[in-house]
C-alpha cells in the first residue's frame, strides 16, 4: 500500500500529486475536469531559455578571457642584443603616440594593450656600392657612375659604415619622420623600415643612397681621369705625344684625398638631409675606381702597343750591345791570335768528329776507349 496522507493522494505509479480543492483538472476515468476532491500534477519551470542563456554566458566569458589573455601577452616585449625598439601606442581607443623606447638587450618591459614596436638595428652596419652581385645592397651589378672633370663616366665602389643612433630623442623624432612611412623596394613591394633587413635596405636606398650619390659626384668631378686612372692618358687627347703612364703616379694620392673629404662631408650632409643626427659614426671606404668597358678597352690596346714598342726598342738595344761585344772581341783577337783559336776549339759541337777550317789542317780527336 503506498505511503501518502490524504492530503497528497498518489496514482498507482506512486507519483505524488498536489491537492485541487476545486477539482479543476478532469480525473484518471474521464471524470469532470470540475468538482470537489480532484488531483492535479505540479507544473515543471521551463528549462529551454535558460539554459540557452547560460551556454552563450559561457561562451563570451570564454571568448573575453582569451582576448584579454592575449592582449595581456603581447603587452610586453623585449629587445636582442642588436636592436633597439621605439613602442607607439595601440587599440582602439588610445593614440597613437610614442610611448618608449626599449634599448638594446633588455629584459621583458611592459609596453601596454596593443601597442606596437617598431625595432631598429643598433649595432654597425655596412652600405656596399659593388660590381659583385652577390656582395651590394642591390641585386645584381651595383657601382656609382660619375663623371670626372673632363667627362670620363667612371665607376665607384665603395663601402659605408655608420650606426643608428640609440639617444632616445633623436630616436623618437626619427621613427617620426621616417618610421611611419612604407619605403618600395627594387621588388615594387612596399615596406617600413622596421622589422627586418628587406625594409631596412630600402630605406637606405631611397634615403641614404642620394646622399652618397651626390658627395661622389662632387668630388670625383674636381678630378681628371688621368689623375685617378694613370691609364687614361694613354687614350685622351692631348698636344703632347702620348707615352706610358707611370703606374700609381699620383692617382693612390687623389683617391685618398677623395676618401677623406667625403668623411669629413658625409655625416653633415646625412645630418643635413635627414633633419637631425640620426645617422652616426659614418665612415666611408673607397674600394676602387673603374673606367667604362669601351675605354678600358681602347687602354688595354694601347697598352699592347706600347708593350710592343718597348721589346722592339729592348731588341735593337740588345743588338746594338752585340755589335759592340763583337768589335769589342774582334781588336782583342787582332792582338792575339792564338785566342782565337782557342776560342774557335771550345766552340766545336761535342757531336763533330773532324773540324777542317782549311786545306791542309784537320783536327780529329781520338775514338773513345
Same mark, same amino acid.
Given at each position: ?21 476545486f ?8 471524470a ?6 480532484r ?10 531559455p535558460?539554459?540557452r ?8 566569458t570564454l571568448?573575453?578571457?582569451?582576448? !584579454?589573455?592575449?592582449?595581456l601577452? &603581447? ?7 642588436g636592436?633597439? @625598439?621605439? $613602442?607607439? #601606442?595601440? /587599440?582602439?581607443l588610445?593614440?597613437?603616440?610614442i610611448?618608449?623606447?626599449i ?14 614596436s ?37 665607376g ?17 623624432a ?20 622596421w ?20 658627395? !661622389?659626384?662632387?668630388?670625383?668631378? &674636381? ?5 685617378l686612372?694613370?691609364?687614361? @692618358?694613354l $687614350?685622351? #687627347?692631348? /698636344? ?10 699620383q ?27 640620426y645617422?652616426v ?23 699592347a702597343a ?19 761585344a763583337?768589335?769589342?772581341r774582334?781588336?782583342?783577337y787582332?792582338s792575339c ?12 759541337p ?20
Amino acid at each position: 500500500m503506498a505511503d501518502h496522507t490524504p492530503d497528497e493522494p498518489a496514482d498507482g505509479h506512486g507519483a505524488r500529486h498536489g491537492w485541487d480543492p476545486f477539482g479543476s483538472q478532469s480525473g484518471p476515468s474521464g471524470a469532470p475536469p470540475f468538482g470537489p476532491g480532484r488531483l492535479v500534477r505540479a507544473p515543471r519551470p521551463a528549462r529551454g531559455p535558460f539554459v540557452r542563456t547560460a551556454a552563450i554566458g559561457l561562451v563570451l566569458t570564454l571568448v573575453a578571457g582569451v582576448v !584579454l589573455l592575449t592582449a595581456l601577452t &603581447s603587452a610586453f616585449d623585449r629587445t636582442q642584443g642588436g636592436e633597439v @625598439a621605439v $613602442v607607439r #601606442n595601440g /587599440g582602439p581607443l588610445d593614440n597613437h603616440k610614442i610611448r618608449q623606447v626599449i634599448q638594446p638587450a633588455s629584459g621583458l618591459t611592459w609596453t601596454g594593450l596593443w601597442s606596437s614596436s617598431h625595432k631598429y638595428p643598433a649595432q654597425q652596419r655596412f652600405y656596399t656600392i659593388t660590381a659583385d652581385a652577390s656582395r651590394g645592397e642591390r641585386s645584381g651589378v651595383d657601382v656609382e657612375n660619375v663623371p670626372t672633370e673632363d667627362g670620363v663616366e667612371v665607376g665607384v665602389e665603395a663601402t659605408i659604415y655608420f650606426n643608428l643612433t640609440t639617444d632616445e630623442k633623436q630616436l623618437r623624432a626619427f621613427d617620426d619622420a621616417y618610421g611611419t612611412r612604407k619605403y618600395r623596394g627594387l621588388d615594387g613591394s612596399y615596406r617600413f623600415p622596421w622589422g627586418d633587413d628587406e625594409g631596412w635596405s630600402d630605406f637606405l636606398d631611397q634615403i641614404v643612397r642620394p646622399v652618397i650619390s651626390n658627395d !661622389l659626384r662632387e668630388e670625383i668631378g &674636381s678630378f681628371r681621369c688621368s689623375e685617378l686612372q694613370a691609364s687614361c @692618358a694613354l $687614350v685622351q #687627347n692631348s /698636344g703632347a705625344s702620348a707615352t706610358a703612364p707611370q703606374p700609381g703616379q699620383q692617382s693612390n694620392l687623389n683617391i685618398a684625398k677623395i676618401q677623406d673629404s667625403i668623411n669629413a662631408s658625409l655625416a653633415k650632409d646625412l645630418e643635413s638631409t635627414l633633419g637631425g643626427p640620426y645617422i652616426v659614426g659614418v665612415r666611408f671606404n673607397l674600394a676602387k675606381i673603374t673606367l667604362p668597358k669601351e675605354l678600358q678597352d681602347a687602354i688595354n690596346k694601347a697598352q699592347a702597343a706600347f708593350a710592343a714598342v718597348t721589346e722592339a726598342q729592348a731588341r735593337v738595344a740588345q743588338a746594338k750591345a752585340d755589335a759592340d761585344a763583337n768589335a769589342q772581341r774582334q781588336r782583342g783577337y787582332a792582338s792575339c791570335p792564338a785566342c782565337a783559336t782557342i776560342d774557335t776549339l771550345k766552340a766545336i759541337p761535342p757531336n763533330v768528329t773532324t773540324f777542317a777550317p782549311g786545306s791542309g789542317f784537320a783536327i780529329t780527336p781520338p775514338p773513345p776507349k
